[in-house]
């Protein structure tokens, strides 16, 4: 089993930044990715930006050149630097840590961007 905690959500204003963290605990050593989702009210879960064990990084189209998302292997930790934010990404964003098998989801943070 892998557990996710999230953090970093909140409101901003257009055009500013926030960064979020999501820490895993448990069986770690199984993961070989981890990345972020997001959903905003009535739509799917996207894909926002993924990294792998060797650093290989995916973004969907929306937010790539505007967020990074970065890991911190020593301490399980993957965050997601968001800047230039707009009132499309709001969204419950949620943590994912993928294993060979099976797929983790952490809780879920709300980031709401105001115009």
């Known amino acids: 089993q892998v557990q996710l905690v999230e953090s970093g959500g909140g409101l901003v204003q257009a055009g500013g930044s926030l960064r979020l963290s999501c820490t895993a605990s448990?069986?770690?050593?199984?993961?070989?990715?981890m990345g972020w989702h997001r959903q905003a009210p009535g739509k799917q879960r996207d894909l926002v930006a993924t990294i792998t064990n060797g650093g290989s990084t995916n973004y969907a189209d929306s937010v790539r050149g505007r967020f990074t998302i970065s890991r911190d292997g020593a301490k399980n930790t993957v965050h997601l630097q968001m800047n230039s934010l707009k009132p499309e990404d709001t969204a419950v964003y949620y943590c994912?840590?993928?294993?060979?098998?099976?797929?983790?989801w952490g809780q879920g943070t709300q980031v709401t961007v105001s115009s």
């Open positions: 994912k840590a993928n294993t060979y098998s099976t797929t983790y």
């Open positions: 448990g069986f770690i050593a199984s993961i070989n990715a």
